[in-house]
């Protein structure tokens, strides 16, 4: 089964963070990076977010831009992309922005919460179960077999995480935005873990472009070159 390729999109802090530890979201992005990311969207066969990300930030997950969507239509495509959203513990509730407007919802849970959120959601998403615990490879195997080819990932930072550490990532874009936040307890873009190669292995930088006031580096973090 071939797996869908895994794009991960985030907009960070000089000093790596997602977000600040206030309630309100912080905006990282300027509107110039909120447009290429609806671009990315618009690119996507499917939209990815944790569950924290979908409680914290209420996210719609949507192109909002109406020529994008209908050059997605003229392509035989959804107006939308699908919206995945993953979650261990099931805690998704059905008030939440995110199973509103836009097309296909599937969350992938385990099964000790697959039933709490058949209850909780009934027809506003489809549930999945990768089994008793949460595995990656299946749900990368699940979409694929859904006909998802490209699959973008928001966040949060757990996710990131454990894609980039289990090799799962294809592509990193990571929007840098001119501010710091110098906040221990704030999400931060990786956490720690084994990741590939440990900490001599280099990913190869894909590409560097100024969008507004930010800057998008794309990295490749399956091709690396280590440094002795």
Known sequence: MK???????????IDGFLDDAG??????????DFDRVDAVRADADAVLV???TVRRDNPRLIVRSEQRRAQRQARGLPAYPMKV?????????????????????????VDSAAEKLHDRLGDLAEVVSTGAVFDWHTVLARLGERGVDRLMVEGGGTVHTQ??????ADELHVAIAPL?????????FLGPANYPGGTTA?????????VGDVVLLRYSPKDLTCCQ
Do not use: I
Not at 180 to 188: F, H, I, K, L
Not at 202 to 210: E, I, N
């Open 180 to 188: 710091v936040v110098g906040q221990a307890e704030a999400p931060r």
């Open 85 to 109: 959203v993953v979650t261990g513990s099931g805690d998704l509730d059905a008030d939440l922005a995110v199973w509103g407007c836009g097309g296909e919802k599937l969350v992938f849970t």
């Open 23 to 32: 309630c309100q979201r912080l905006l990282l992005s300027c509107p110039e």
């Open 50 to 52: 944790g569950a924290n």
């Open 202 to 210: 280099r990913m190869k930088l894909l590409g560097c472009t100024q």
């Open 163 to 168: 894609l980039v550490a289990l090799n799962l």
């Open 3 to 13: 797996l869908p390729y895994v794009v991960l999109s985030a907009a960070v802090s």
